[in-house]
């Protein structure tokens, strides 16, 4: 196997042998590889042919399962491999009785890309893995309803362009896109989860669990949940919140099920450790899900994009998810036998989120009267991934040392290292402001964009710098949405894409001076001199 899509891969340069470090065998990663093959294949062959809408589907669920922690199950990728060779076969009936192969829609051996020559591969991996992140987006969104024919259209050029011979100049163009179309997804996902579920608005979260059966709920899907707490409404079960589905609390529509009580546990590479013997259910919705642990295992359910091999699968059937089984098992475990109070990493009792871009916009005016009488001298977006490496703490201690006349703006699971924390107010705006989940970094490129219209500047003039975790593939097509936006100066931690060249990482420097980050007191410092 080989594999470097993610920060934790071994050795900082890829993941080989017979399992990466995130727990994925070999036969599952040749088996992803298989499946992406497939959906070049797909691409390759919609070439002049119409697709369908059950063609984008496979195409987005398929790129969704290679993401970082989502899918283990050799028999579940088995089956999106037979249903997208399913739906190549539609595309292109005529191939199957050719005498003459002309290899124009064959699937495409990902070896090649693998033992390509190191910047093509660079720039097709920056590719493909920001397509990874953005079928997440658009699958969410597609859960809801809400689709764009333009996003959708990107996917087949993506992956065209991965299998295609190609240059840097070839390459480039399709990795800037990447982050164009990316933006019109994230937004599109705003539009889906606002519409439907309201308008975020800043709401405090306990991290105490209550006496009684309860769910915990974790990724990103709200469909999922809003599901969940429909179907246990009355039963006296408790729904808790874990990882990025916490900002779910602060929708009104979601907020309005009373037995949506708080948020469980920390980020994602805490959960082996938090799930210990836990006496209640838990639902995957999508990642990150770590190898469970025989202390867990029988209480963890998947739905949707994840799978594990053992686990319990809840399937879409007609549309519709019973999720009878994660019900019957938390009443089975019965939960705690009283209020248990947890807290987060710095010992604090509660969070709060919600500081959405609506919420933020509409105190866009305290904002700015704060900046011209100095209560607020710079804003930072200390934002993305959080993760098992050590040198994480670095974000932790930049929102320690972060001066009183600062503020925070957050969003990801990455806010955990600090989303506990009381940073008191600067000109009377809360110092600590979660945006939501990653692909609410739409909302914060809304923000700058307002920021800077009102000071008449560009968003890199603003008193604003982003200082970015990155872990997996989201964060990968979040990054391109910032380069396509001209956004400079961004820094990036903890540690730099194994799958970055040095001439494509040199490339970045020179066009957009992104910075590793080094320690939180020197980056402060350069930073705030450089005002
Ligand atoms: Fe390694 Fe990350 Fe790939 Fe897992 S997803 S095999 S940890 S690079
Ligand atoms: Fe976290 Fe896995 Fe990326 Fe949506 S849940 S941010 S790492």
């Known amino acids: 196997m080989f594999c470097f899509q993610c920060e934790q891969t071994a050795g900082c340069t890829g993941c080989s042998g017979s399992r990466g470090v995130c727990g994925k065998g070999q036969d599952t990663a040749r088996l992803q590889d298989e499946l992406t093959g497939v959906l070049i294949g797909i691409a390759r062959a919609s070439d002049g042919n119409e697709v369908t809408k059950s063609t984008t589907e496979i195409i987005i669920e398929g790129l969704f399962a290679t993401l970082t922690n989502v899918n283990f199950d050799n028999d579940s990728i088995r089956e ?17 009785g050719c005498g003459s192969p002309c290899s124009r829609n064959e699937n495409f051996d990902m070896e090649s890309l693998w033992g390509d020559n190191e910047d093509i591969r660079s720039l097709k991996s920056l590719i493909l893995f920001g397509i990874r992140g953005m079928a997440a987006y658009a699958y969410h969104a597609m859960a809801l309803g809400y689709e764009d024919e333009e996003v959708n259209q990107f996917f087949y050029k993506a992956l065209f362009a991965v299998g295609q011979e190609g240059d840097m100049e070839y390459l480039l163009p399709v990795v800037m896109e990447t982050g164009e179309v990316n933006l019109k997804c994230m937004a599109m996902l705003d539009r889906a989860n606002t519409e439907t579920y309201g308008i975020p608005a800043p709401t405090e979260v306990t991290f105490a669990v209550d006496k009684g059966p309860f769910i915990v709920v974790t990724g990103h899907d709200l469909k999922d949940l809003e599901e969940l707490l429909r179907q246990t409404e009355g039963k006296g079960i408790n729904i808790y919140t874990h990882g990025e589905m916490l900002p779910a609390h602060a929708y009104p529509k979601l907020k309005a099920y009373s037995h949506l009580r708080g948020n469980f546990g920390t980020a994602w590479q805490n959960q082996q450790k938090e799930f210990q013997n836990l006496p209640g259910a838990v639902l995957f919705t999508t990642n990150c899900l770590m190898p469970p642990m025989d202390s867990y295992a029988d209480r963890v359910f998947t739905t949707a994009a994840v799978a ?61 009267e704060a900046v011209n009488n100095k209560a607020i001298r710079h804003f930072f977006l200390v934002g993305g991934c959080d993760g098992a490496k050590t040198g994480r703490n670095y974000y932790t201690d930049f929102v320690k040392q972060a001066p009183d006349d600062t503020v925070i703006l957050t969003l990801a699971c990455g806010k955990y290292r600090f989303n506990d924390l009381d940073l008191g107010e600067a000109g009377g705006l809360p110092r600590l402001m979660d945006m939501g989940q990653c692909n609410d970094a739409y909302g914060a490129v809304k923000v700058a964009a307002a920021l800077a219209e009102a000071f008449g500047c560009q968003v890199n003039d603003l008193p604003l710098t982003m200082v970015l975790s990155w872990y997996e593939q989201k964060a990968v097509c979040i990054l391109l949405t910032l380069l396509h936006l001209g956004i400079r ?43």
């Open 80 to 96: 999106l491999i037979r249903r997208a060779e399913e739906e190549k076969e539609k595309l292109i009936p005529k191939c199957s």
């Open 489 to 531: 100066n961004i820094y990036l931690g903890p540690s730099l894409p194994a799958f970055l060249s040095e001439n494509v990482l040199g490339y970045l420097v020179e066009n957009y001076n992104i910075r590793p980050i080094s320690s939180a007191k020197e980056d402060l410092k350069r930073i705030l001199a450089e005002e």
């Open 308 to 368: 594990y091999p053992g686990l319990k699968h809840i399937h879409a059937v007609g549309g519709r998810k019973d999720f009878t089984p994660v019900i019957e098992r938390a009443l089975e475990l019965g939960g705690y036998s009283e209020r248990t109070e947890f807290t987060g990493i710095n010992g604090g009792k509660k969070t709060v989120t919600g500081f959405g871009h609506n919420a933020i916009l509409s105190a866009a005016d305290k904002l700015i």
